[in-house]
């Protein structure tokens, strides 16, 4: 079955960058999109950023110039660069693909 684990999260200050990490497992990591969410409480889960399985790329406008996705298809990982972090980027960021999500890790910005 497919399982997803995000690593990475914690807390930071803003202007502080943090990496994210989801290994996959149980599908053929390189024939799909992967996918990062975010979470706060009483909103909606929202879109981050999408990579296909080619490699082309799609942000939000919130996080567009500060965030990259990249993927590592020899080690079934997907990443996420976050730069210039914001106190709004305060989240739990899920990891998503095959119509499965990780258990999210907590991102915490916070002076």
């Known amino acids: 079955q497919v399982q997803l684990v995000e690593s990475g999260g914690g807390l930071v200050q803003p202007g502080g960058s943090l990496r994210l990490s989801c290994a996959a497992s149980?599908?053929?990591?390189?024939?799909?999109?992967m996918t990062w969410y975010r979470q706060t409480p009483g909103k909606e889960r929202e879109l981050v950023a999408v990579?296909?399985?080619?490699?082309?790329?799609n942000y939000a406008d919130s996080v567009k110039g500060r965030f990259t996705i990249s993927r590592d298809n020899a080690k079934s990982t997907v990443f996420l660069q976050m730069n210039s972090l914001k106190l709004e980027d305060t989240a739990v960021y899920y990891c998503?693909?095959?119509?499965?999500w990780g258990q999210g890790t907590q991102v915490t910005v916070s002076s």
């Open positions: 998503y693909a095959r119509y499965s």
């Open positions: 149980g599908f053929t990591f390189s024939r799909y999109a």
């Open positions: 990579i296909s399985s080619v490699g082309s790329t």
